[in-house]
């Protein structure tokens, strides 16, 4: 298949989702980038797609690290430690690996927040709701780390100071990070739209998402050596 999207649901969804992306831009909220979401091969699979979602981040969404978020009136409250994606230049679709690579200015660590508030089968809701999203953090950013590539990095994950996972190949869940930018310039070109310079993506979780539970406090998701993000939640009693 080539770039340009052939999926009739994800073309739906797609249109559906950036149509509310343009209504919020245009109410003066400003982007912050794309999300990858439904990209582990069990993942893809299921929902019968050859590659990841996309969805799009704001600014409104992005939390400083360590915030306190209440939960409980969330439907199905998951949390992701991901990969963060800087992104140094415009990249339209079709562009090969390596001019892709060169783009990447920077990475480091991410928890994005999601709540499944659908039911998880169907891809043009999935989309059209924006996969999910409520909120990301971003950790410290590492431009040598982005030289080297997040193949000499790993992963650790920690509930409430314990360690919980600890993760050598942080592309065995998700796929390359230079794919999942791909992914983002090739489906964003196939609706009109262009991957640009200062857009931040996060590529998916590194694990399966975490469920928040009551009991559960805080989770940190540390990108060794380049560093840490936590966030803390907050149930009412």
């Known amino acids: 298949m080539s770039w340009r999207e052939e999926d009739p649901r994800i073309l739906r969804g797609m249109q559906a989702q950036l149509a509310l992306r343009r209504a919020r831009l245009e109410s003066g909220e400003r982007p912050l980038g794309w999300k990858i979401g439904f990209g582990s091969p069990e993942a893809m699979q299921r929902l019968g797609i050859h590659a990841p979602l996309v969805g799009f981040l704001m600014e409104s969404s992005l939390l400083p690290p360590g915030s306190v978020v209440q939960v409980d009136h969330w439907t199905r409250p998951l949390a992701e430690p991901e990969i963060a994606v800087y992104i140094g230049k415009d990249l339209p679709g079709g562009t090969e690996r390596e001019p892709i690579r060169e783009a990447i200015q920077a990475i480091g660590p991410a928890i994005e927040l999601v709540d499944l ?121």
């Open 117 to 237: 508030d659908r039911p998880p089968e169907d891809v043009e809701a999935i989309l059209s709701g924006n996969i999910y999203h409520r909120y990301v953090l971003l950790g410290p950013r590492d431009e040598s780390a982005a030289k080297r590539s997040v193949q000499h990095l790993r992963g650790r994950v920690f509930w409430d100071g314990a360690e919980v996972a600890s993760v050598e190949d942080l592309e065995a869940n998700t796929g390359p990070v230079v794919d999942a930018v791909s992914r983002v310039a090739n489906l964003l070109a196939s609706m009109g739209e262009r991957l640009r310079g200062g857009d931040v993506i996060i590529a998916g979780s590194v694990i399966p998402p975490l469920p928040i539970e009551r009991g559960r406090s805080e989770i940190t998701f540390e990108l060794v050596p380049v560093g840490r993000v936590s966030v803390r939640f907050q149930w009412n009693e």
